[in-house]
């Protein structure tokens, strides 16, 4: 199993730039895809972005492709979200998932979820 603490949100103007990290605790980290979904008030949680034990493929909602960098580093532990351009729809509640097998978009693929960032985008 895997433990997943979300980190690096906040307050940021449309524009502007955050990293989010993802942190993980338990055994073979290098075993896991990584994605990221986010989550705003009143919708469920859509896929950002995945990406494979070994970072060889990287997979990412179409609407956020080429803002959005997902990378990790299994020396670290530690997965990315590098998120740039940000507009005030980015707005939402920031969640990294693992998964034992390929990456997936599907939110109900992860059973092993972080607690959440708040990344809020001032206009």
């Known amino acids: 199993q895997v433990q997943l603490i979300e980190s690096g949100g906040g307050l940021v103007q449309a524009g502007g730039s955050l990293r989010l990290s993802c942190a993980a605790s338990?055994?073979?980290?290098?075993?896991?895809?990584i994605a990221w979904f986010h989550q705003a008030p009143g919708n469920g949680r859509e896929f950002v972005a995945a990406?494979?034990?070994?970072?060889?493929?990287?997979y990412y909602a179409d609407h956020l492709k080429g803002r959005f960098t997902i990378s990790r580093d299994n020396a670290k532990n530690t997965a990315y979200l590098q998120m740039n351009s940000l507009t005030p729809e980015d707005t939402a509640v920031y969640y990294c998932?693992?998964?034992?097998?390929?990456?997936?978009?599907?939110?109900?693929?992860?059973?092993?979820w972080g607690q959440g960032t708040q990344v809020t985008v001032s206009s």
């Open positions: 338990g055994r073979e980290f290098e075993h896991y895809a």
């Open positions: 998932a693992a998964r034992a097998s390929i990456y997936d978009y599907d939110a109900d693929q992860y059973p092993y």
């Open positions: 990406i494979s034990q070994s970072s060889q493929r990287t």
